[in-house]
């Protein structure tokens, strides 16, 4: 009965409650078939019209994490992407932690000139002779996807500033790696001219291999936003000191101190960051 209910996307859009996708969302999380078959149960249950795929989510995420809080922390690395907005600048830091963890030094927010006009550029990479440039597309909202538009945009901008001399770390370099990254997904006309144009292209499922979530998960890379036991203001104060991930956190304990966190909260805040990237291995 419950598939005949219509839910509202994060786009504003109405479809039919389908069961499938729920389950998929926990399989991929590797739910056993027994936390899922409770799950599903509980959640169609409880359902109603027009409710959110953002309500579906909360409430299938507190039945997870009552039964296997591992688990359930593979479950919310996604929503945990979004909480690093709303605006896109934390992004830019996240995506370019991402390029110092492959060994490039970064700066993000640059305006760099091009052979017509000036571009602010998201985050600039550089190691060896490799010079990379990449625009870092955030959105709010998991229903909301990068499209053509944006590759179009991005690569007529990245044209503009090929075979111009850049000094960055005292050594001349010229674009060589075009990026575009986004905590979300490509539509497929966006992939395929991206592929065309030779843009590199890193999205939530794209590439099929080695995608933002693979990265993340392989390498513990987990946002901070990950860490149920902080609110909503101490993520941003740790956010504004420039600590995006969980492993880095760990590894600058001082910094809940320095926000005021009381050492025996602090320790379970440390021993859940801790729990957040075992539970990814």
């Given at each position: ?6 839910i ?13 996708k729920l ?12 936390m899922?078959?409770v ?32 688990i ?18 934390p ?7 991402v ?15 091009g052979?017509?006009?000036p ?25 909301l ?70 990265i ?66």
């Open positions: 009965m419950n598939h005949l209910v219509q509202t996307k994060a786009d504003g859009t109405s479809e039919p409650f389908e069961e499938g389950i998929k969302s926990l399989q991929r999380v590797h739910a056993t078939p027994e899922i078959n799950i599903v149960t509980q959640v169609e249950a409880g359902m109603r019209p027009n409710m959110t795929t953002s309500e579906i989510y909360r409430h299938a995420f507190s039945l997870l994490r009552k039964q296997a809080a591992p359930a922390i593979k479950y919310s690395v996604r929503r945990a992407l979004l909480e690093l907005g709303p605006d896109g600048f992004f830019e830091k996240f995506v370019a932690r390029f110092k963890m492959w060994g490039y030094e970064t700066l993000t927010d640059q305006e760099v000139m052979g017509c006009v571009h602010e550029i998201d985050v600039v990479a550089w190691k060896g002779n490799e010079l990379a440039m990449v625009e870092a597309k955030f959105h709010n909202g998991i229903g996807s990068s499209d053509i538009k944006v590759t179009l945009y991005v690569k007529a901008r990245f044209d503009d500033i090929a075979g111009i001399n850049f000094d960055y770390d005292g050594k001349v370099r010229q674009l060589s790696e075009r990026w575009l990254v986004t905590n979300t997904k490509f539509t497929d006309r966006a992939i395929h001219y991206g592929e065309c144009a030779k843009l590199r292209m890193l999205g939530w499922n794209y590439p099929a291999k080695n995608n933002m979530h693979d993340i998960e392989q390498n513990g890379l987990h946002p901070i936003t990950c860490i149920s036991s902080l609110t909503r203001d101490q993520k941003r104060d740790i956010i504004g000191r420039n600590i995006l991930t969980c492993v880095d956190l760990i590894g600058t304990p001082q910094t809940l101190h320095d926000i005021g966190i009381k050492p025996e909260i602090a320790e379970h805040i440390i021993h859940e960051a801790q729990m957040i990237i075992e539970a990814a291995k």
